[in-house]
């Protein structure tokens, strides 16, 4: 079965020219990669156009994959640099989106929208580094040993990044609620 193959097994297929091994890949990363690029990014069109960007970019560049490191720490990496590309871009004045379901509880959905974005908003505020590692441990679920491989980090290292943009952000959150 396809899609219960190794990534580093799927990868192997693609550059013998099985295309359709590259189905499965996609299917495992989009939305991890769609939910990274929304939290470096705050738009969700341009998220969009990120995740999708990378994976074509996965896939044109598989060749330099090295099967030694997890291929999801690679396609992070192609995220990551086309969303700080897409916001070196981007208008600054790009408005987040404000999608607010109809399912008869609006005021709920309007207090979880208005958290969200205040979480988004102070995201968005912090530093990249700072970013990327909240995203990589709370969006991606990332274990500490990941987010280091990922990120060329000693886990030791992860583990004071984190702590200290975890502070960051609770002071960032603290100050919005106060007023």
């Known amino acids: 079965m396809v899609d219960g193959d190794p990534d580093e097994a799927l990868v192997a297929r693609c550059l ?34 990120v995740a999708q960007g990378a ?16 291929f999801f720490s690679w396609i992070y990496r192609i995220v990551v640099n086309e969303a700080l590309n897409t916001r070196e871009r981007r208008r600054p004045s790009a408005p987040l989106s404000r999608d607010v379901p109809d399912d008869g509880s609006v005021f709920e959905a309007l207090a979880s929208r ?21 995203v990589l441990r ?3 679920e990332l274990s500490y040993a990941e987010i280091g491989e990922t990120l060329g ?14 502070q960051r952000l609770g002071r960032m959150l603290e100050a919005e609620a106060r007023g």
């Open 55 to 70: 994976l074509v970019k996965a896939y044109e560049k598989l060749a330099s994959f090295d099967p030694h490191y997890r």
């Open 138 to 140: 709370h969006f991606a």
């Open 114 to 134: 208005e958290r969200s974005d205040s979480v988004q908003s102070a995201l968005l505020r912090l530093t990249a580094e700072d970013r990327e590692v909240i």
């Open 153 to 166: 980090l000693a886990e030791k290292t992860v583990k004071s990044r984190l702590h200290e943009a975890r």
């Open 16 to 49: 013998r020219g099985d295309v359709e091994a590259f189905e499965p890949i996609v299917a495992r990363y989009q939305r991890v990669l769609f939910n990274a690029a929304y939290r470096l990014l705050g738009n969700r069109e341009d998220a969009r156009d």
